[in-house]
């Protein structure tokens, strides 16, 4: 059992571009010193070492004390960059924290870095980096690197925190897709939900779903209750319509990787094409060949839908089964 | 404060304090210095839109080279290479102080303060530079942080563009919080410098040592001398030797009036001495101490004195001065002793080079009246040598001397004759001669003169009547300096006197009347400043310039005595007189010798220190990939890094989330110039690191080759 643990982080530093730079200036000093013996150059040697050394202890200054937060946006889209913010407490007392970088690390690669000039002492700075990926599905979050140049931006200096956590990347929406007419549906096929994406409010209100708008949002309810609270609106219609996607992968393909190509735009189409209807009120259920999405009202946002095509997977169809020989056995 | 305008002070007084450094030296004329402020200052307002136009970058770019082939012109038709060199480090500041605009500029103008900073370390030792290097310890955190910080900005956001400028112009980063935090780094930043000054093994080898101390010229010790130098540095202030008499009153008198013999000069022309070049011999000596006369005894009166580099390696010893102590130079952990020579005239000049202050000790007999020397045959006429249509200076002088019996009451009597019978008067007025000879105008028309009159005039006054006499230039009164407790010899303390050879023995006589030879002691708060400066100076070339290795190791032991006394090894510690600070250590055998081989075995250590780390470093890569690589793969991820480097240069870098292959193929889909050879890079790599194929050395310069020709293949404009 560890008795003694140490109370920070380790840290990790490297010498940047101009810290090669200047060590190898302190170098050729040091060797001139040694040559000439002249003491001045010894004067500027200690001079130059302990820049180094100042600059090595105020780094880790400027990293101590400090909490990283990431701060993951509502939605994220393949193939469409976003911003991913990140909040940097400074619990320092006394100290700002000065240009700190902090590197996400996203499926095991790093990301752009997210900056901060200066994080004055007992604030929060918020910043952010640029977020782009062409997959959809669950990324995977993983450590953050936490760096600073300062104070003279010769020595790199940072820790590594692990800060695990997973957002799920929508399906990429295409720019324009058909969406046919539809029906209002009769009997027992009609959607049950009243409400949607209609013109009229409906006179009810109901508690803040991820994904609302926040023009939906009813304040004087919200104040009064102290929690979000949205207007239902009245449907235009009770249409409905169920997309589908084939996602059987058949067991020896001719070209697997031309119908997983084929696959992923069938499932941007199909995205695109759920958030167009229940802009117009329809209501939308998406259908795979081995599962089906929740029924999505229309005129509410296409989340459920769109979470459900960005987790969805091809399916092998199964060989069909031989029929066992049976051996007879010899007399 | 803005940002912008926070970064343009800081670098102009950085930028300053850098071309101060080189200003030290004596390579610039004072005309060429000049040129140089009106540059820095008229940079100061190098603003855009000027900085934007094309014209003046070009301008700029083309100054720089006609400006170095000026020098290296300059150099070939035998120009100092020191002064060339320094002229052109100064341009090129002041051409980035006029063309900053990226942090890239700035950085620029960080490196050449730096360098400049060191170029003034082999340009002036003294407290001048003291003084530069302390600004630096205070300027260079600021501008460092600031710059740094500019880049980061634009890091950020991009140069030129409008959220930088926004930046640019806040006040929330160069805060007088910032300012204040800055400054306190100088703290702790003087102290570590400090340390490791003190710390650091002086195993200097001495070679390319002192390629520009400076020395002051002071008139009179040359190797000849005109009727009136003197009187120009009358009233000089700038303290050129300290004296500190080992036994004197408490407490100490304002002013002593020690005679500090530099020189002779035995032959007169014209108005002009000389000194006939002669082959001195080097004076014995053992370890440090020289024997002028005998060696030094328990009654003589000892005198340290400090003196300041001078063009001519004159020692100045006080009259009566039988023995010397020199203190030998410390190069490469051992003594290397001065040779001290002696020429005819007691003429003591001291051989070697000096980076600051000689610092030497002189013992003084109480008892001498004058002192014996050998003069060569051949040079004893030039000492009874007047010159021709001198008649009348004869005459004056028997008149003068006529009714003295013996030499010594001769002398006398036109010393006396000169300092107040003869209605003489001290005067630093040059005598208008009108072409005719300065002595006669001097003694028979004007009467009226300096030092230098008056004792050339009792030289020739006393060979007329045939006693070898000699001109002699030194320094007479010296006044105290409490902040250093020492007396000062400032250049206006130069003087002139008169050596009688009388039976045997060369006598002094001083013929300049007494308000030539006492000065007032000089007051006010202008003079405790300067006292104040050049005690500071004292200490700076005493603990800084004049530091090495014997300093060390007594350092140490002192620290070990100490050390020990504290953990109530007292007695012990008295008991060792070796630990003790005292003269009798100060020659105490070194225990630390370095020389060439210490040299090698040092730059071999850090050669092999260097390869370990590289060595480990590679190691830490490949455990990194998860497996120990064999040559091929490590080769072939090598390869791979260099191609992103190209690429990213290009501005195609591969997205995180992209492979190696998809990358290659959708710069062939959006085409890239060099789509072909990322490829060929690619397909090599992925068939080394993850196949079975290997990838020999020839092929990976091949394509290593070819990863580095991407970069310039990606920004050629496509041919037609």
């Known amino acids: 059992m560890r008795i003694f643990r140490p109370r920070r982080r380790r840290r990790k530093f490297r010498l940047t571009r101009e810290g090669r730079a200047f060590l190898f200036v302190t170098l050729g000093v040091g060797l001139a010193a040694v040559n000439t013996a002249n003491n001045l150059l010894y004067l500027v040697l200690g001079l130059l070492l302990s820049l180094l050394l100042v600059s090595g202890v105020l780094s880790d200054l400027a990293l101590w004390k400090l909490q990283i937060k990431r701060k993951l946006p509502a939605r994220l889209f393949a193939g469409r960059r976003s911003l991913m913010d990140v909040a940097l407490v400074n619990e320092k007392r006394w100290l700002s924290s000065v240009s700190i970088e902090t590197i996400d690390e996203v499926d095991g690669v790093d990301t752009e870095p997210a900056r901060f000039v200066r994080v004055p002492p007992g604030e929060t700075g918020v910043a952010s980096y640029r977020f782009e990926t062409r997959r959809r599905g669950i990324v995977e979050l993983g450590t953050m690197r936490v760096l600073t140049r300062y104070p003279f931006g010769l020595i790199e200096k940072g820790y590594t925190t692990y800060l695990p956590d997973e957002v799920i990347v929508y399906p990429q929406l295409l720019d324009h897709v058909t969406t046919p007419a539809t029906r209002p549906m009769q009997g027992d096929a009609a959607p049950t939900h009243q409400t949607g994406r209609g013109s009229e409010f409906a006179g009810s209100v109901r508690f803040y779903r991820e994904g609302d708008e926040a023009r939906d949002i009813h304040w004087k309810r919200t104040a009064s209750r102290g929690e979000l609270v949205v207007r239902e609106h009245e449907q235009d219609s009770n249409a409905l319509v169920t997309l589908t996607v084939n996602n059987l992968l058949a067991v020896t393909p001719d070209d697997e990787a031309a119908w997983l190509e084929g696959f992923e735009v069938s499932i941007s189409e199909v995205a695109t094409a759920a958030a167009a209807y229940l802009m117009q009120g329809v209501s939308v259920q998406v259908q795979s060949n081995d599962s089906v999405s929740p029924l999505v009202a229309g005129g509410t946002p296409p989340d459920p839908i769109w979470r459900f095509l960005a987790l969805l997977k091809p399916c092998r169809a199964e060989a069909p089964r031989r029929g066992r020989k049976h051996k007879r056995r010899a007399a | ?720």
Not at chain 2, 205 to 222: D, E, H, I, K, P
Not at chain 2, 547 to 552: A, E, L, S, T, V
């Open chain 2, 1 to 720: 404060m803005r940002f912008a305008f926070a970064h343009k002070l800081v670098t102009y007084l950085f930028a300053g304090l850098g071309l101060t450094a080189l200003l030290l030296g004596t390579t610039f004329s004072p005309i060429e210095s000049l040129l140089l402020v009106a540059a820095f200052v008229a940079s100061w307002f190098a603003e855009p839109p000027l900085l934007d136009r094309p014209g003046y970058s070009r301008f700029w770019n083309v100054a720089a080279v006609v400006f170095l082939l000026i020098q290296i012109g300059r150099a070939i038709s035998g120009e100092a290479m020191l002064s060339v060199g320094v002229q052109y480090a100064a341009f090129l500041q002041i051409s980035r102080l006029s063309h900053r605009k990226t942090a890239a500029d700035y950085q620029q103008i960080v490196i050449l303060g730096f360098l400049h900073l060191i170029a003034g370390t082999v340009l002036s030792a003294g407290l001048d530079y003291a003084v530069v290097f302390f600004g630096f310890v205070v300027v260079m955190p600021w501008m460092l942080a600031l710059t740094h910080l500019r880049k980061e900005l634009e890091t950020q956001h991009g140069a030129d563009t409008p959220m930088l400028r926004g930046e640019l112009e806040s006040r929330e980063l160069a805060t007088p919080a910032f300012f204040g935090g800055t400054t306190l780094l100088a703290i702790p930043l003087f102290m570590l410098t400090a340390a490791m000054f003190f710390a650091f093994p002086r195993v200097g080898f001495g070679f390319l040592s002192n390629l520009g101390t400076r020395t002051q010229s002071v008139a009179g010790f040359g190797d000849d001398v005109e009727l009136g130098g003197f009187g120009a540095i009358r009233d000089d202030p700038t303290v050129v030797m300290r004296v500190k008499p080992k036994t004197r009153p408490t407490p100490p008198p304002q002013s002593i009036a020690v005679r500090l013999r530099g020189t002779s000069f035995d032959r007169y022309s014209e108005g002009r001495w000389s000194r006939t070049q002669a082959t001195g011999t080097e004076l014995r000596h053992l370890q440090d101490q020289y024997v002028v006369f005998r060696p030094p005894e328990p009654e003589d009166q000892e005198y340290e004195i400090i003196l300041d580099p001078m063009q001519e390696a004159v020692l100045f010893l006080p009259d009566g001065t039988v023995a010397l102590r020199v203190p030998p130079t410390v190069r490469a952990g051992r003594d290397r002793y001065r040779r001290i020579m002696q020429a005819p005239g007691l003429d003591i000049r001291y051989g070697g080079r000096v980076e600051g202050p000689l610092t030497y000790k002189a013992f003084v007999t109480p008892k001498q009246r004058g002192f014996p020397e050998r003069i060569p045959r051949r040079l004893r006429k030039h000492y009874v040598e007047v010159p021709a249509d001198y008649e009348r200076v004869a005459a004056l002088a028997k008149r003068v001397a006529g009714g003295a019996s013996n030499p010594y009451a001769q002398a006398q009597l036109v010393e006396r004759y000169l300092r107040g019978g003869g209605n003489f008067r001290y005067t630093l007025e040059q005598p208008d001669t009108e072409g005719k000879d300065p002595l006669h105008v001097f003694l028979f028309e004007a009467k009226a003169g300096h030092c230098e009159y008056f004792s050339t005039a009792m030289a020739i006054m006393m060979r007329s009547l045939g006693l070898p006499a000699r001109n002699v230039t030194g320094f007479l009164g010296a006044d105290y300096n409490p902040y250093g407790d020492y007396y000062a010899v400032r250049n206006g303390n130069a003087h002139s006197w008169v050596e009688v050879l009388i039976d045997g023995r060369w006598i002094t006589f001083d013929p300049t009347p007494a308000s030539g030879q006492v000065f007032a002691s000089p007051s006010g708060l202008a003079v405790k400043l300067r006292q104040m400066m050049d005690a500071m100076r004292v200490r700076w070339a005493d603990y800084i310039v004049e530091y090495n290795i014997r300093d060390q190791v007594k350092a140490l032991r002192g620290f070990a005595a100490w050390y020990r006394s504290l953990r109530g090894g007292r007695r012990s510690a008295e008991s060792n007189p070796g630990d003790g600070s005292g003269d009798e250590q100060d020659f105490a055998p070194i225990p630390f010798r370095p020389d060439w081989r210490w040299f090698v075995a040092i730059m071999s250590t850090f050669g092999v220190g260097v390869l370990f780390v590289r060595w480990r470093r590679k190691r830490r890569r490949q455990t990194r990939a998860g497996r120990q690589l064999d040559p091929d793969r490590d080769r072939a991820v090598r390869l791979y890094l260099s191609l992103e480097n190209s690429l990213r240069s290009a501005g195609h870098a591969r997205p995180p989330d992209v492979t190696p292959i998809e990358h290659a193929k959708e710069l062939g889909r959006s085409g890239f110039p060099a789509a072909d050879e990322v490829r060929e890079v690619t397909d090599a790599y992925l068939a080394a690191r993850f196949g079975e194929d290997g990838l020999p050395l020839q092929d990976y310069h091949r394509l290593r080759h070819v990863s580095r020709s991407i970069r310039a293949k990606a920004k050629r404009p496509p041919t037609a």
